[in-house]
Structures are given as C-alpha cells and as structure tokens.
C-alpha cells in the first residue's frame, strides 16, 4: 500500500536529531509515523505534538501524498530566560507514493492530542470480490 521514496530518510532524521538542527522548508525535518490496514481504510498516524492545525499543510498530487507542518516558538516575554530547550522547532515534512488500491479522491484528516491521523479507503476495484460461475448452457459440438 506504501512505497518509501527516500531510502536515506532515517539516516537524515538521525543527523539531524544529533546535530539539533530545525527543519526549515528547503530542508524540512522528517516526522515520525505509523501506517496500518484497518478493515477498508488504510491509516497514516503522524506525531505533530505542539502545532496547531493551522500550521499543518496536507496535499495530495496524483499518488503522492505530502504532509508539511510547522512548529513554531511560543512567545515569551521579555524577562524569560530559557533554561532548556529540546523540543525542535521548524518544519517538520513526510511525503509517501499511496499505492494505485487506495481512493486517494476522498482522504479524511483528524488532529487529536498532537496525533494527525489520515484515512485513506480502499478503492472499491481492489477489494476482494467473488466471481460467479456461469453454467455451460448452450453448447454446440462441431461436427466435420
């Protein structure tokens, strides 16, 4: 249902996550997520902790699917001094190739407790079907 389109993702997360480097959007962080079947949806769960819904950005091209988000810094006054900080602030992106099975027409998003979660169903031609068999009625033996 899936397929990975950059094999050097998780090597990239891993830098950056040692580096402490923020995602900006010519180079965003990845994000991380689950993907199950669960009866005739496919499921995308993306840990978004701390950004609003408004800062999220979902788009659909053909079969690629791009999730972009931002989390931004909270606003401090001016007599705050920041003792640490290690949650990442920037842009945070996931872009997944959707297999041709899923109906990519009607994809539904919820945001609930920092947990985007996307719905993608089943298209209707790919699930399993039965096909009936048809009785031999009218059959002809050809004589020569």
Same mark, same amino acid.
């Given at each position: 249902?899936?397929?990975?389109?950059?094999?050097?993702?998780?090597?990239?997360?891993?830098?950056?996550?040692?580096?402490?480097?923020?995602?900006?959007?010519?180079?965003?962080?990845?994000?991380?997520?689950?993907?199950?079947?669960?009866?005739?949806?496919?499921?995308?769960?993306?840990?978004?902790?701390?950004?609003? !819904?408004?800062? &999220?950005?979902? /788009?659909? =091209?053909?079969?690629? $699917? *791009?999730?972009?988000?931002?989390?931004?810094?909270? +606003? %401090?006054?001016?007599?705050?001094?920041?003792?640490?900080?290690?949650?990442?602030?920037?842009?945070?992106?996931?872009?997944?190739?959707?297999?041709?099975?899923?109906? !990519?027409?009607? &994809?539904?998003? /919820?945001? =609930?407790?920092?947990? $985007? *979660?996307?719905?993608?169903?089943?298209?209707?031609? +790919? %699930?399993?079907?039965?096909?009936?068999?048809?009785?031999?009625?009218?059959?002809?033996?050809?004589?020569?």
């Amino acid at each position: 249902m899936l397929m990975r389109t950059d094999p050097f993702r998780e090597l990239d997360r891993l830098t950056q996550q040692l580096m402490g480097s923020s995602g900006t959007w010519s180079r965003p962080s990845t994000m991380p997520m689950d993907a199950y079947r669960e009866g005739d949806d496919y499921v995308i769960a993306l840990d978004l902790p701390g950004v609003s !819904t408004d800062a &999220i950005d979902i /788009d659909v =091209e053909r079969n690629m $699917l *791009t999730v972009k988000a931002e989390r931004r810094p909270i +606003a %401090k006054a001016d007599d705050v001094q920041m003792e640490l900080s290690e949650r990442p602030l920037g842009v945070f992106s996931r872009q997944l190739m959707l297999a041709d099975t899923l109906d !990519t027409e009607r &994809i539904e998003a /919820d945001y =609930e407790a920092g947990v $985007l *979660t996307l719905r993608i169903p089943i298209a209707e031609r +790919a %699930k399993p079907r039965k096909i009936a068999i048809g009785e031999g009625a009218g059959r002809k033996q050809i004589r020569s």
